[in-house]
């Protein structure tokens, strides 16, 4: 009817009234999680009850993901993952079965997570955000929790983390800390490939550098500002060149520019070190860039 309106009101998130005094961990163990409270205020004279409450059940039923909602937002971002879908939660049943229903549960759902880091440490840099087009990785089947039986009720629950490398030490985590831990180190902008090497301990030396940081180290000030001023240098060069040879042929840096800051900071680290002499089996693009900003 023309000239219906209404007015929709949220409440703020938070945990259920009747649980915002329990601990951390009782909630977690029953799969709680925070709810958002919806109403809807309308003209009675054109407005019927029954619309109000078919609109308010259409909205629960969207948030709960029906007809792809999620699904879509996800796609429509760009995210190479698959949102937690709306099930039973399954512990809540095992637990009702008995003690050893519930042990064996948790057994799997521990073992489970371990899968997943292993997972993310063998596949992660599939789906790295690498491509400086803005082209998306797409989703791998084996980086989805759901496929180890992991659901939406098992995000804040504490999980053994094994060895993976969190603050510094093996500790215990929720699967929401562990998921954002092992997405920003192998997901991100740098994507690493290692679990071929043969050696354990060259493996846990890698992951005991990246994994407490989520390879997203902080950078002091005056190195940023030493990167840009390398970066000038370096794309500076290359304008001279194509406004003073114009036409020459050349071995352009243009597009790989990173490598003049990449190059001076190696080197500042070999002087650090110790290292008297270098030998660089230098490529022909860049020659002479590298020839001006990096070894004159």
Known sequence: MPGQGAIIATGSIDWPAGFQGVSEELR?????????????????????GA??????????????????FYEEIFAQTGMPYQPFR??????????????????????????????????????????????????????????DPARYGLTIWDFDRPFITGNLAMDGEP?????????????????????CEYMHIQ??????????????QANNWPIPETDKRRILLKLLQAEGFENFLHTRFVGQKRFSLEGGETLIPLLDHLVQLAGDKGVQEMVIGMAHR??????????C
């Open 28 to 48: 977690a163990s029953l799969g709680l999680c925070k709810v958002m409270t919806m109403s809807c205020t309308y003209d009675h004279r054109i407005i019927q």
């Open 51 to 68: 619309e109000s409450g078919k609109f308010l059940g259409r909205l629960q039923a969207l948030l709960e993901g029906a007809e792809g």
């Open 86 to 143: 709306w099930e039973v939660d399954r512990s809540a049943a095992a637990a009702a079965g008995g003690q050893d229903s519930k042990r064996m549960e948790e057994i799997a759902k521990q073992a489970a997570v371990l899968q997943l880091i292993n997972a993310y440490r063998v596949r992660g840099h599939l789906i790295a955000d690498l491509n400086p087009l803005g082209v998306q990785a797409g989703y791998h089947p084996e980086l």
């Open 171 to 191: 500790r215990q985590a929720t699967l929401r800390e562990i998921l954002e831990t092992l997405r920003q180190t192998y997901c991100g902008r740098l994507g």
């Open 199 to 212: 050696h354990p301990e060259e493996k846990r030396w890698l992951q005991e550098r990246m994994e407490p």
């Open 286 to 295: 860049g020659r002479l860039n590298v020839l001006v900003n990096t070894v």
